[in-house]
């Protein structure tokens, strides 16, 4: 199974909370795992924020990062480019899936997804699920129920 995780389901790997189960199952079941620097970006800013706001301590946050960078290095991840070419899928996917209330980095995880063959999109995210949905990718939603 090829699956490319937008970070809000990739964090649930790192975290614990509702869908962080689902999310530990199929990183289990994946063949590869795509990781762009949009998800390392996007995990970095989330545990930071969750840091500042008092959900989490330092030590937790730094325990965090180091596992999701441990499983980078262990090449746990298949890396994927961010292709210049995803930024104008994302600006037109907007219109095409209009009235879906996109992101801007939402509308390029699912832009950059739908250029993997055969992958399927795990979100943790309704717009994006959504929009992945109306490309006709295959496509989960974790925590969404």
């Known amino acids: 199974m090829r ?8 964090a649930k790997a790192y975290t614990s909370e509702r869908g962080s ?9 994946g063949t590869t795992v795509f990781l762009s620097d949009l998800n390392r970006v996007e995990l970095r800013c989330m545990l930071a924020r969750r840091l500042r706001s008092g959900e989490i301590s330092a030590a937790l946050e730094q ?3 180091s596992q999701f ?5 262990n090449e746990f991840f298949e890396p994927v480019a961010v292709p210049a070419s995803a930024w104008t899928s994302a600006t037109q996917l907007i219109d095409r899936v209009a009235p879906v209330a996109l992101r801007t980095l939402d ?3 699912v832009a950059l997804a739908s250029t993997l063959p055969s992958v399927t999109f795990v979100t943790a995210d309704r717009a994006q ?3 992945a949905q109306q490309l006709g ?9």
């Not at 490319?4 to 389901?9: C, E, H, I």
């Not at 189960?21 to 079941?29: E, M, N, W």
Request: glycine share 2%.
């Open 3 to 10: 699956l490319y995780f937008d970070t809000s389901a990739l």
């Open 21 to 29: 189960t689902d999310v530990d199952d199929f990183l289990s079941r």
């Open 63 to 65: 325990a965090m990062w």
């Open 69 to 73: 960078l441990l499983d980078v290095s």
């Open 107 to 109: 509308a390029l995880h």
């Open 129 to 131: 699920r959504s929009a």
């Open 137 to 145: 990718l295959p496509t989960v939603g974790i925590a969404l129920d």
